[in-house]
């Protein structure tokens, strides 16, 4: 098994930051890595960022594999820019976004998605759980998503996962926020589990006041076996349940 852990960067990719390469792990355990960056936001916000992972173009999978205890000022866990692709199969993704050494969690505690101006960039999760995840700021209206946060053409697709008590300030989306500065994000969340931490709002986004681009079972979901039964649509930005299909 693979331990990323124990590394410190500058602006990006605490543990690794890689662009213009796929990457596999297996296993493993990416866990102490940390951006240290105090600067205040540049012009486009996007300082410091990804904790344990920065990631652009072209593809990664992850496998059985722990990111835990990293932190950023964005995508404290992991973060995926521009157009490329992350997939995330039974991965626990917790305790990322703790304060460190005055570096102070804005976005996406757990993960951040973020892609480049028309462009669409893909994040896969299955089987894996984002739990104890932590935004502290609440300075911008942009900040926030304890667990997840995903802007722009950001396509996400999560199955049978969790999301347990990740944290972010009142009004900023303990769970997931997503934006779309001019775009269109699209999030489907198939047979996934939250537990909430008291009042904050879940849920947040910038699409008139609501959260963006949750998928119903208009988009026909429920295509994955073996869960391609009845598809189910649930209340409150939960997305879908999809029947177990013998």
């Known amino acids: 098994n693979t331990f990323i852990g124990d590394n410190t960067a500058r602006v990006a990719g605490g543990g690794l930051f890689v662009r ?18 105090t600067r205040a936001d540049d012009a486009n916000g996007e300082l410091g960022g990804g904790g344990g992972f920065f990631w652009q173009i072209p593809s990664a999978a ?15 866990g992991l973060y995926l820019a521009d157009d490329g692709g992350i997939a995330l199969d039974n991965v626990l993704i917790e305790k990322n976004g703790l ?8 976005a996406g505690g757990g993960v951040r998605v973020k892609c480049s101006i028309n462009k669409q960039c893909n ?15 609440s300075t911008r ?10 802007s722009r053409n950001a396509y996400v697709v999560v199955r049978e996962s969790q999301f347990i008590r990740n944290v972010a300030p009142q009004g900023r989306a303990s769970q997931i926020r997503s934006e779309a500065n001019g775009e269109t994000p699209k999030i489907s ?14 849920f947040t986004g910038s699409c008139g006041g609501d959260y963006c681009g949750t998928q119903t079972c208009a988009s026909n979901p429920c295509t994955v076996f073996p869960f391609t039964g009845r598809c189910t649509n649930r209340s409150q930005n939960l997305g879908v349940f999809c029947d177990y299909d013998e």
């Open 20 to 37: 213009w390469g796929s990457f596999k792990m297996i296993g493993g355990n990416v866990s102490n890595n940390y951006v240290i960056d």
């Open 62 to 76: 992850f496998f059985n594999t722990s990111i835990v205890n990293n932190t950023a000022q964005r995508g404290s």
């Open 99 to 106: 304060t460190m050494n005055g570096t102070v969690s804005k």
């Open 123 to 137: 994040l896969t999760i299955l089987s894996s759980m984002l739990r104890f995840n932590v935004v502290s700021a």
């Open 141 to 150: 209206s942009n900040y926030g998503g304890g667990g997840l946060h995903l």
């Open 189 to 202: 969340l198939i047979n996934v589990n939250f537990v909430n931490v008291g009042n904050v709002p879940p």
